[in-house]
């Protein structure tokens, strides 16, 4: 359906839908926004469906441990992440330690992903980067 969701009364379909257009974004660690148009489409889905749709979607998305943001709160990140730039990463395998130091200031909270090969299996950890106002050194313990 391109950009717009355009849900309906058929719940499967309007779920169907919504977690392709869901995915699509979690998949490329990108915005994942699911956009309609009321006078075309809100107005006309009964409201005992919008439970099932939303639920269905939720439970179609669950492997991807998604965080529900406001669009605000979505565009604070997505704006730290351009005030904000990754200097330099190493790894210290004695202490296990993974040094980032990031240039630069935000005023939320921002993440990185950790990756992580082990028997040939790669794994993903997310990691939490304070808000800061100044360049900033974060430190990671990694288990191997």
Sequence with gaps: ???????????????????KILQRGLEAKALAVLFTHETDYIY????????????????GIAKYTPISLTTDEALRILRAF????????SYDRKSGNLIVKIAGETDVPTSIYLYTEKDGMITEKLLEIPAFHQDLTQVFQVVE
Excluded: L
Excluded at 4 to 18: I, L, Q, S
Excluded at 44 to 53: A, F, L, M
């Design 1 to 19: 359906t391109g950009y717009e969701w355009m849900p309906d009364n058929d719940v499967d379909a309007t779920a169907e839908r919504g977690i």
């Design 44 to 59: 006309n889905v009964k409201p005992e469906n919008w439970d099932q749709i939303f639920h269905r979607i939720k439970m």
């Design 82 to 89: 351009q005030t904000s730039k990754i200097q330099s990463c």
